[in-house]
């Protein structure tokens, strides 16, 4: 059982940066795609972005060039810094993994809110 804890959430100022970070607690964490969807309020939850085992990476076209997700297999973490965050980017936060056979696990998610 893969259990994902995020952290880093927070109050922002439009225009700033935030970068989240999600553990995992499986020790084969480097077969499994990551991502980071987010859900703000009373809309549905969507992937922001993804990263293959390999380190290919995916991005909703809304924070293409803004976000940036990476890996580190070693310490079984994956980031996702956010830059020139905007308000629409207000939402809880959540990490995947997805492992195929292995199953597909989540976060509980991490608040980000963005406001002057």
């Known amino acids: 059982q893969v259990q994902l804890v995020e952290s880093g959430g927070g109050l922002v100022q439009p225009g700033g940066s935030l970068r989240l970070s999600c553990a995992a607690s499986?020790?084969?964490?480097?077969?499994?795609?990551m991502g980071w969807y987010r859900q703000a309020p009373g809309k549905q939850r969507e992937l922001v972005a993804t990263i293959t085992p390999g380190g290919r990476t995916n991005y909703a076209d809304s924070v293409k060039g803004r976000f940036t997700i990476s890996r580190d297999n070693v310490r079984n973490t994956v980031f996702l810094q956010m830059n020139s965050l905007k308000p629409e980017d207000t939402a809880v936060y959540y990490c995947n993994a997805n492992g195929g056979a292995f199953g597909d696990y989540w976060g509980k998610g991490t608040l980000v809110t963005i406001s002057s």
């Open positions: 499986e020790i084969f964490f480097s077969i499994y795609a």
